[in-house]
């Protein structure tokens, strides 16, 4: 079954290289970012742990946790941690799914049923595992993001993004093309103008459906 924003993502027992970890446990009351590649030992993949692991700060100042998911086993993982660690010189201190035998990459629709790794395998055998997921506390799909194997993920986008969400949700706003933290926002189309000033107090229209305010603190 396909995996659409705001459908719960599945409740799966994981082998990781830190142990086992079901995942709406781990979640808990965190955000969560869930990021999938085709293979260990690959340059991009390589280069984008590394930065994953650069922004470990910036996740805990958003109460989010980070979760890697490739198809090769747990050592594989463990030795190629060794890697990431020298060329993004932070700890990569996140689990990374062991995801052998496809499971996740088939219950969270990036791969098809059929799926399998053959012997000999490359990484374009599991080409389409490379998705960045945000979830939420409430355990549902946010946002998803799929790249192809030749194009690094920017993660200052996805943390950008995650600065969008957890500001929309507590807040009950929507964000404009381009939006950074503290620029301003948009108030939704549902909200009357009584109710947006009592709200938000001062507003701009600048058109009839299309009304800013200051990001709420």
Not at 13 to 24: A, C, N, S, Y
Not at 167 to 186: L, R
Request: hydrophobic content about 40%.
């Amino acid at each position: 079954m396909a995996l659409r924003i705001n459908d719960t993502i599945p409740d799966m027992t994981v082998p990781t290289d830190q142990g086992e970890i079901r995942l709406h446990d781990w979640i808990g009351d965190s955000w969560a970012i869930l990021f999938s590649h085709p293979k260990d030992f690959t340059p991009v993949c390589t280069t984008e742990f590394g930065a994953v692991a650069q922004l470990a700060e910036e996740w805990e100042k958003r109460g989010t946790k980070v979760m890697g998911i490739s198809v090769d086993g747990v050592e594989d993982h463990k030795k190629w941690k060794g890697d990431i660690e020298s060329f993004g010189g932070a700890a990569a201190g996140f689990p990374i799914v062991a995801d052998e035998d496809l499971a996740l990459s088939k219950a969270f629709d990036m791969l098809p049923a059929e799926a399998y790794l053959p012997d000999g395998r490359t990484p374009n055998d599991t080409a389409t595992v490379r998705v960045v997921y945000i979830v939420g506390p409430d355990k549902k799909l946010k946002l998803s993001m799929t790249y192809p194997m030749t194009v690094g993920r920017n993660f200052a986008e996805v943390l950008r993004a995650l600065d969008a969400l957890q500001t929309s949700t507590k807040h009950g706003v929507a964000m404009p093309a381009n939006w950074a933290q503290g620029q301003d926002v948009i108030i939704p189309a549902t909200v009357s103008n009584e109710d947006a000033t009592a709200k938000f107090g001062e507003f701009t229209t600048h058109l009839p459906y299309l009304r800013m305010t200051k990001q709420p603190s």
